[in-house]
């Protein structure tokens, strides 16, 4: 394992301001998507984003984030990869989240490999649709997992923070360029791990960068809270991180 399983830490954090721009879209079987489109005077033509969201899926923090990709020039779009049963934040309390990721809450909705892949394929597709030819994965905890395992799908490059659930050979078998935002505290993706993951990405021979935050916890990148000057920073640069990476790596190749 080169991060471990989602804990509470993976669905607490501060809900973020803002009106998100984008617009709900239905992709291919009438899966639900949020699509925040770049305008035309900075669009970056034949380039866009996939987002692989947290738990807590298309809500206000993961809209306003794909806002601002798409702000820089990224098309970007979130499929909901939780077919309508993500957790709310702050509600860990009420569910047994291993439970849910294996059954569902309601018992018949899994959120495991077998039923996500096939969603986050019908996102690439629907992003190759829009004239979008090179793909890059962006990946927050729970999401991070999904990036990985679809560099076979068409993701050319990718930036991912603060990793759950993701499998060694996940991680050794992503083919592009990666960038992975990390937190000096998280219990998910620990020091050990983290370590291991350069070992892995050093054996790949593919351009990557592991940048470490100090002060944050797991799920800074995304819930973090931006009245206190630390995690306001850390998820600001962490954005940056991500744009920087794309530019090079998408941009310019």
């Known amino acids: 394992m080169a991060s471990n399983p989602p804990r509470s830490c993976c669905v607490v954090g501060t809900l973020h301001e803002g009106v998100p721009k984008g617009k709900l879209i239905k992709l291919d079987g009438g899966i639900d998507a949020y699509l925040s ?42 499929p909901d990869v939780f077919n309508g049963d993500a957790v709310p934040l702050n509600k860990f309390a009420t569910i047994d989240l291993m439970s849910w990721l294996t059954k569902g809450s309601n018992g018949n909705n899994p959120h495991t490999t077998e039923y996500v892949d096939p969603i986050i394929v019908a996102g690439i597709k629907a992003l190759r649709q829009l ?90 990148g995304i819930r973090g809270d931006p009245s206190v000057k630390l995690q306001k920073f850390a998820k600001e640069q962490a954005f940056s991180q991500a744009i920087i990476w794309f530019d090079e790596f998408l941009l310019k190749t």
């Open 37 to 78: 489109t770049a305008s035309d005077k900075n669009v970056n033509k034949g380039i866009g984003i996939l987002f692989a969201p947290e738990a807590m899926g298309i809500y206000p923090n993961s809209q306003l984030l794909a806002d601002s990709f798409a702000a820089k020039g990224y098309t970007t779009l979130i």
């Open 131 to 220: 004239g979008i030819h090179r793909i890059g994965g962006v990946g927050y905890c729970f999401g991070a997992k999904y990036v990985l395992r679809h560099s076979k799908s068409g993701i050319d490059a990718a930036f991912i923070a603060h990793p759950s659930f993701v499998e060694e050979d996940e991680l050794a078998s992503f083919s592009g360029p990666l960038s992975i935002a990390a937190a000096e505290t998280d219990s998910i993706f620990t020091t050990t791990m983290r370590h291991k993951s350069e070992d892995i990405l050093i054996k790949s021979g593919q351009p990557f960068q592991i940048n470490l935050y100090s002060g944050v916890e797991h799920g800074f």
